[in-house]
């Protein structure tokens, strides 16, 4: 019953910025870490970035200094800022998140991707 719902991603140019943001909806009791990661054609799914219930945030090396994760408990969405975005930005980006579903345990769950695509 839960869903992931990404939006904002699309084509942008090269030094451009863009934000992605993902909704949780469904039976949802209580929501952990949230985080982003994206899967480039040939490449294995990268991490990006997390952030915990009480916003400790983490970032991959790659994109530290210019995406920034943030959540919005309330709605529970997360979303990424990213800046500067490079072709080798190009990938499907993924949100996902620890949820806690009609009772059961917590567990991961994942939106389907949106595409980001950095091209002039």
């Known amino acids: 019953q839960v869903q992931l719902v990404e939006s904002g991603g699309g084509l942008v140019q090269p030094g451009g910025s863009l934000r992605l943001s993902c909704a949780a909806s469904?039976?949802?009791?209580?929501?952990?870490?949230m985080g982003w990661y994206r899967q480039a054609p040939g490449k294995q799914r990268e991490f990006l970035a997390n952030i915990a219930s009480i916003g400790i945030t983490n970032y991959a090396d790659s994109v530290k200094d210019r995406f920034t994760i943030s959540r919005d408990n309330a709605k529970n969405t997360v979303s990424l800022q990213m800046i500067s975005l490079k072709p080798e930005d190009t990938a499907v980006y993924y949100c996902s998140m620890m949820i806690r579903s009609g009772g059961r345990p917590y567990d991961y769950y994942w939106g389907q991707g949106t595409q980001v695509t950095v091209s002039s």
């Open positions: 469904g039976s949802i009791d209580s929501i952990g870490v």
